[in-house]
């Protein structure tokens, strides 16, 4: 996390400062100087913070070369001496929905200025505070556009709002990008969830200080279907009047085609992450055969390990890397069967990412598909050996728009493939220890 003070004392510090100026090494240090010329992004960096795959992080660098063992990227410097070679490349780190978590456009020095004004002020005397913070002078000198994404019309598009930063830290090294990020740089941070904020004093206390989400602005409140577009793609675009620490016309941001490529990245498609009865144990289907490929021939398992994890009276749940917009569902998107003791009957089931009551319902994030037996349970009563298999018409399953408010039915992307689910019955009823979720939990959007 940034000092809030480390800028002044980079302003203030004036033998360092003159030495930057000129962009002449450091004789004391050996560090060299800043560098001449415009001012250069030299990476865009994405951090999804662990929120899309329980597995952990996944860091996308989109000046990685994609592969290392590609006849054009094997004798770069990236994949002969880099420990990381193509790790956190776009083919085997890919941008997923939450990426912007935190997404930095790294520079070749400090991006101070805009139009020759400061580009984040500070106080004209002392330090920063509560009631004045150090903050972005135009917060739209870096923003998203996309394209193969959602749109209103009106030249609205859906890329989701962000708390935009000056990040001073960091250099073009790192030990570990996942923890440690590059920089100086500019950074934008898609947030879901916006702490409360602090109660205010009565004077003559100081105000508390602001959150992110109060900084965007008052409208910028916790959203749990805020994210990137799965399958979109995104371009980062940059305020030309960026400059560096000398805002003469030198060193102006250099925006070619080669850096446009370098701020341009494409998320994953929308698909299917986890399996299993929403217990927080779901089988990981997302990058691994070990759990099948949602084929009819090799479907998703939803079981534990080998033994029966879904109750006769519980739901199975589905769980994709972007929320989905229930309004499209049909009576054809999923359907169901149980087979046991040599006979197949057809299972009437609801598909819904609510749960709780009629008239009370919690989405959540949207990102969970429940299916259930609409009669409560999935055979009059509980038996051994019985298996349940779901189909999920994919073209009926639309990820949700990120326009603002994110009106039903704009969303322009959908699973790519009919999704098919098994799962073993337990033969028991559910007790008071079943952590899966229930099918009496389950309900239908309509009812919401």
């Known amino acids: 996390m940034r000092e809030r003070n480390a800028q002044r004392f980079f302003l203030l510090g004036a033998s360092a400062a003159s030495l930057m100026m000129l962009g002449c090494s450091d004789n004391l240090t050996g560090q060299d100087g800043e560098p001449r010329g415009p001012l250069r992004v030299t990476k865009l960096t994405l951090n999804d913070g662990a929120l899309s795959r329980p597995s952990g992080r996944v860091v996308t660098d989109t000046s990685v070369p994609p592969d290392c063992e590609a006849a054009a990227a094997k004798d770069l410097p990236q994949c002969t001496s880099d420990p990381f070679k193509d790790m956190y490349g776009v083919r085997l780190s890919p941008p997923n929905p939450d990426s912007a978590r935190t997404l930095r456009v790294v520079f070749n020095k400090v991006p101070l200025n805009l139009n020759g004004v400061a580009l984040e002020p500070v106080p004209a005397e002392g330090l920063p505070t509560t009631a004045t913070p150090l903050k972005l002078a135009d917060p739209n000198v870096i923003r998203l556009t996309c394209t193969n994404c959602s749109t209103d019309g009106a030249g609205g598009v859906g890329a989701p709002p962000s708390?935009?930063?000056?990040?001073?830290?960091?250099?073009?090294?790192?030990?570990?990008?996942?923890?440690?990020?590059?920089?100086?740089?500019?950074?934008?941070?898609?947030?879901?969830?916006?702490?409360?904020?602090?109660?205010?004093?009565?004077?003559?206390?100081?105000?508390?200080a602001q959150t992110k989400c109060q900084l965007?602005?008052?409208?910028?409140?916790?959203?749990?279907?805020?994210?990137?577009?799965?399958?979109?793609?995104?371009?980062?675009?940059?305020?030309?009047?960026?400059?560096?620490?000398?805002?003469?016309?030198?060193?102006?941001?250099?925006?070619?085609?080669?850096?446009?490529?370098?701020?341009?990245?494409?998320?994953?498609?929308?698909?299917?992450?986890?399996?299993?009865?929403?217990?927080?144990?779901?089988?990981?289907?997302?990058?691994?055969?070990?759990?099948?490929?949602?084929?009819?021939?090799?479907?998703?398992?939803?079981?534990?390990?080998?033994?029966?994890?879904?109750?006769?009276?519980?739901?199975?749940?589905?769980?994709?890397?972007?929320?989905?917009?229930?309004?499209?569902?049909?009576?054809?998107?999923?359907?169901?069967?149980?087979?046991?003791?040599?006979?197949?009957?057809?299972?009437?089931?609801?598909?819904?990412?609510?749960?709780?009551?009629?008239?009370?319902?919690?989405?959540?994030?949207?990102?969970?598909?429940?299916?259930?037996?609409?009669?409560?349970?999935?055979?009059?009563?509980?038996?051994?050996g019985a298996v349940v298999t779901i189909t999920i018409k994919g073209s009926e399953v639309h990820d949700l728009s990120q326009l603002p408010d994110h009106p039903a039915g704009k969303g322009v992307h959908a699973l790519n493939k009919d999704i098919t689910v098994s799962a073993k019955l337990l033969d028991m009823p559910a007790d008071a220890d079943y952590a899966g979720v229930l099918a009496s939990d389950v309900v239908p959007p309509s009812g919401c």
């Open 216 to 384: 965007v602005g008052p409208t910028y409140i916790s959203d749990p279907f805020r994210a990137l577009e799965p399958g979109a793609t995104y371009s980062v675009v940059l305020d030309p009047k960026l400059q560096g620490r000398l805002a003469d016309g030198t060193d102006n941001v250099l925006l070619d085609d080669a850096t446009k490529a370098l701020l341009t990245f494409t998320v994953e498609s929308f698909q299917v992450l986890l399996a299993g009865i929403g217990d927080g144990n779901d089988n990981q289907v997302a990058g691994s055969s070990d759990f099948g490929d949602g084929t009819a021939a090799k479907p998703y398992i939803a079981d534990a390990g080998d033994n029966a994890a879904v109750a006769n009276e519980g739901a199975v749940a589905i769980s994709l890397n972007a929320p989905a917009d229930e309004s499209l569902f049909t009576a054809q998107t999923v359907s169901a069967r149980v087979d046991v003791n040599g006979t197949s009957m057809s299972v009437p089931v609801t598909i819904s990412t609510a749960i709780g009551a009629p008239g009370d319902c919690d989405y959540g994030n949207r990102r969970s598909l429940y299916v259930a037996p609409a009669s409560g349970t999935w055979l009059p009563t509980a038996m051994p």
């Open 163 to 208: 708390y935009n930063s000056l990040q001073l830290t960091g250099t073009d090294l790192s030990p570990d990008p996942a923890q440690y990020a590059f920089g100086p740089g500019l950074q934008m941070e898609v947030l879901a969830a916006c702490p409360k904020p602090a109660a205010v004093p009565p004077p003559p206390a100081p105000p508390p």
